[in-house]
């Protein structure tokens, strides 16, 4: 029988809660569930109020825990069959394979006013997003500070909101999130090596890089003078490697101005590594981590507040939430039939995935880089954007495989509310349009029952800031690198939707997203988009490919680096109207009632390296022309404002009915109709006074 200890770190000033002087709580010990595995401790390091006690609404006051989780996996257990190398692991006295992550826990203090409802924030790279997406806060690892808690939304709708670390590749630092876990070995305790890959779109000559990506760590090269070491340079995508000579570079970084030290982490180069150009290299490391204990602690976690009765944080009901990185995480959880736990009840109920693209990623491979991701000019060819994309199995007529995102559910009924929310971006960056379209992309293909697909038209990846801020504007034309469309003020009531979908059994508004059948999904070069003075249009767009990663790669075991790539996927976008914003999906007041084009792309303009390429994560902005006389001395296509606006009080007023509509049609929140007219009225402003 598994054991929960609790712990407190002697700083922690003491608070009666739960009815019970919580000094009482020290000296227990709580009886886990007798089942193997699961949870097998829990070590609170601090409990104390939010904003010394301030309520939230009806929900009252809320209490944060943090701590540490021991999780214990049993590789016996069918729940972890598609664990990669989960039986090479080492084994405690039970023979079960243990994981330790950090914690934090947001709850209401009275147990009364708790919902009974988790929202479990997958943790993107380590960090904590949820309280800045839903309640309009200041992002904080920490959160303890009014700005930290904006608004409040989560709290006052009662939730318990958890975060708990599922990432390996996160530095130990701060109060960012990590799972701490154990390495595979043979069978015969030798040590695992395999090759891993590492690439760099460099933007700006520099003479050390990296071998992790977007922060995290990677994989230590084991043997820096191997020949399967190789470094290779191209120019482009797809254009041809050249291997780049071994006598030039080295595994080493610059330790000052002056001095240069070995480093098994990074890569050296004294001429340095030439802006415009693709580095890659593949090397050799050893010593793989479990990779896929993410995705089961991520269940467990939830397996723990929902059916262990000694929980700290009970809750009778769970939904996820994933962004990007963590999107994809929950695209591949789902994948991998992970909303079954080894005791073989459901895990959430619900799961609202976000700019996910079609993409899973590397999160369950031996030799798995997690922060690893896929845009069309960076991160490339890794294990993100492959078949199946849809919920719905299909077929390849290519390769005769026939699979689905929910194909390997342990359980059907087990499988939960979904909702997929893409921005307009992820649609020409991520190939989201494959979550919904036939493997050819010339029909559609629709969702699970319960499932919803929402489009944010014309949005980037996040929040754009506005005004646009100087030195965004490209060259001496009309567009800005950066695109403001709020869709979070959607994805907020999305968020309310889906609560009243697992707690209440409201039906959600009806899927939104781009169909062939209505003609709002289109080829990406006849989207109709206006020919504006000074504003270049993409001929290219992200694109998934039938990749071989080698013989093995059905047990989890990268062979082939780079992979072989096979044909592509077609990838299909959403159309736009006069002023060239997107038709299909949910449209946000500013592109209903618009002062200006909104495009989900933006090309590498300002770039030395393929210029015509899309730029990460960004959109633009590329405001109309305020007068006729503008509109006609640009030579621009579009309408100018004052020809679809009699004036301010006409636009305002406009703008307003638009909100109305979306907050019957129930994508926007019926207290956000203020922030919308506030922005409104600044956009207007701005637009005539810039």
Known sequence: MSVMRLKMSHHVRLLPILGLPFALLLVGIFLASPLQGE?????????????????????????????????????????????????????????????????????????ALRRGVAFVEVSNRGGKAGLSYFNRAQGSLDPHEEAHFGDGLLMRMG?????????????????RLRLETPVAQNADGSIIQGLVRSDWTV??????????????????????????????????REAPRQTVPRDRWSFAREADAEAVMSDGGHLYMAEGFQEGMIYELVYVAENPVISGLGLAAVRDVMSYARHNPESLFPVKKGVAFGVSQTGRFLRHFLYDGFNTDEAGRQVYDGMLIHTAGAGRGSFNHR???????????????????????????????????????????????????????????EYWGRGAGLIHTTVDGSGDVAPFPGERIYHHSSGQHFLGAFPPPDGSRMGEGPAYRGNPVDFLLTLRALMV???????????????????????????????GFPAIPGVETPTVIHQAYRANYGPRWEEGIVDNQPPELGPIFPARVSPVDEVGNEVAGVRTVEVRVPLATYTPWNLRWGFRGSPEEL????????????????????????????????????????????????????????????????????????????
């Open 39 to 111: 949870v097998l401790r829990v070590e609170v390091e601090s409990r104390e109020l939010v904003l010394e006690g301030r309520a939230f609404g009806p929900a009252g006051a809320y209490e944060k825990l943090t701590g540490w989780m021991v999780f214990g996996f049993d590789p016996e257990n069918p729940a972890n069959r598609r664990i990669v190398d989960l039986a090479l692991a080492p084994r405690n006295a039970r023979g079960l394979v243990e994981a330790r992550a950090n914690f934090m826990v947001l709850q209401p203090v009275d147990p």
């Open 367 to 425: 030799f798995a880089q997690p922060s690893r991701d896929a845009h069309r000019y960076s991160a490339f060819f890794y294990p993100t954007d492959i078949f199946p994309f849809t919920s719905q199995a299909l077929l390849d007529p290519l390769t005769g495989r026939r699979d689905g995102l929910l194909t390997h559910a342990i359980r059907e009924d087990h499988v939960p509310r979904i909702f997929q929310s893409n921005s307009g971006y």
């Open 497 to 527: 939707r889906m609560v009243e979908w697992v707690d209440g059994g409201q039906e959600p508004p009806p899927s939104r997203y781009p169909r062939a059948a209505d003609g709002t999904l289109v080829h990406p070069l006849e989207t």
């Open 159 to 175: 939730l318990t909101v958890i975060w708990v670390g599922w990432q390996w590749d996160i530095p130990a630092e701060g109060h």
């Open 615 to 690: 730029t990460d994560f960004l959109g633009s902005y590329i405001p109309l022309p305020v007068t006729e006389a503008d509109r006609s001395r640009a030579g621009d296509p579009r309408p100018s404002v004052e020809s679809l606006y009699e004036s301010r009080d006409d636009y305002l007023a406009q703008a307003r009915e638009a909100a109305r509509t979306l907050v019957s049609q129930g994508f926007l929140l019926e207290e956000d109709v203020v922030r919308v007219m506030d922005r409104s009225r600044a956009h207007w402003d701005w637009l005539h006074t810039r």
């Open 203 to 236: 933007d700006e000559t520099v003479r050390t890089l990296s071998l992790g990506h977007r922060g995290p760590a990677s994989y230590r090269v084991a043997d820096p003078a191997s020949p399967q070491n190789v470094l290779t340079v191209r120019s482009g």
